[in-house]
């Protein structure tokens, strides 16, 4: 159940590390979205973390 839910997570973290990318490039810093995108990815990085430690924590 964690391995799936670590796996999607991760999954997650490089789709929007790579919409962020391409917003960068494209919209040339013009708005927001490289910017939510990687903010986006921050979250999701926290709640990788949070999924660890409660992973650890109940094995």
């Known amino acids: 159940m964690f391995d799936l839910l670590v796996i999607l ?3 997650g973290i490089l789709v ?3 919409f962020g990318l391409y917003f960068l490039v494209k ?3 013009k708005t927001n ?3 939510i995108s990687l903010s ?3 979250g ?3 709640l990788l973390l949070i999924i660890l430690a409660f992973g650890f ?3």
């Open 9 to 11: 997570v991760m999954l």
């Open 16 to 18: 929007s590390l790579a």
């Open 27 to 29: 919209d040339r810093g």
């Open 33 to 35: 979205r490289a910017v």
């Open 40 to 42: 986006i990815r921050v």
């Open 44 to 46: 999701l990085a926290v």
């Open 57 to 59: 924590m109940t094995r």
